[in-house]
């Protein structure tokens, strides 16, 4: 079963907007990762963010957690076209030897 | 540094044949795992393994074995191929530890294996 849900499934914008998804989980977790995953390619790491805490940045990115409804956003902002790819969350139970679930995914399409 | 490398890059195979899918990573990480992942559905998880001599089972587990012999190797075997199997895998690896960091650690991948069984 899927412990992490990315909303919205796909998402279209024009380049220079900012883009925002969402995710959200079932149990309690150490960690959530988010990566990026261009057509084709292995993922790539953006951010982890620990479970005591609420947001973290880097550099055009910006991720929450908000522990008491179980899930986090990811937003990029001032996108470029370079940004369109598919964009999951991983979260890792407590007391699982921290194995990831991850989520089905956020296709983002920048359009120029 | 290689990084994550992956062998095959595609490949084809009829059913219940057996391959071996080869992973190997040069970070010195402890952790490693294999994924597949479907259309419109995140990675699941098939195997994994916290060090050298020491796997488990992930979500997936049925129809594949691994082996972790040395810290750098995790090969993935498929016993005898089914269609279900047709897959795109990925190879991940990272740092394992429950010192004063708890929690899963960034993860490197690999590009990926096509795997395709007819």
């Known amino acids: 079963s899927q412990q992490g849900e990315e909303d919205p499934q796909a998402l279209s914008i024009q380049e220079g907007e900012n883009a925002t998804m969402n995710c959200s989980y079932k149990?309690?977790?150490?960690?959530l990762q988010w990566y990026r995953q261009n057509s084709g390619r292995g993922l790539v790491h953006l951010i982890l963010?620990?479970?005591n805490e609420r947001e973290k940045h880097s550099g055009r990115l910006r991720v929450t957690l908000d522990t008491s409804k179980k899930s986090s956003s990811l937003l990029i902002t001032a996108s470029r076209a370079a940004d369109t790819a598919s964009y999951f969350c991983?979260?890792?139970?407590?007391?699982?030897?921290?194995?990831?679930?991850w989520g089905a995914g956020t296709k983002l399409i920048i359009k120029p | 540094n290689a990084g994550v490398t992956q062998t095959p890059k595609f490949q084809v195979l009829k059913t219940g044949q057996s391959m071996t899918l080869q992973c190997a990573q040069d970070?010195?990480?402890?952790?490693m795992s294999w994924y597949r992942q479907d259309p419109g559905m995140g990675l699941r998880l098939i195997h994994y393994s916290v060090g050298a001599g020491i796997t488990d089972q992930g979500e997936v587990p049925n129809g594949y074995n691994v082996s972790r012999s040395t810290t750098e190797d995790f090969p993935l075997r498929l016993l005898s191929a089914a269609p279900s199997q047709t897959s795109v895998y990925f190879c991940?690896?990272?740092?394992?530890?429950?010192?004063?960091?708890?929690?899963?650690?960034?993860?490197?991948f690999g590009p990926g294996t096509r795997l395709t069984v007819t």
């Open positions: 991940a690896s990272s740092h394992y530890g429950t010192g004063t960091f708890r929690g899963s650690y960034e993860q490197y």
């Open positions: 963010i620990r479970s």
């Open positions: 970070m010195n990480h402890e952790y």
């Open positions: 991983a979260t890792d139970r407590e007391n699982s030897n921290y194995q990831l679930i």
């Open positions: 149990t309690s977790i150490n960690n």
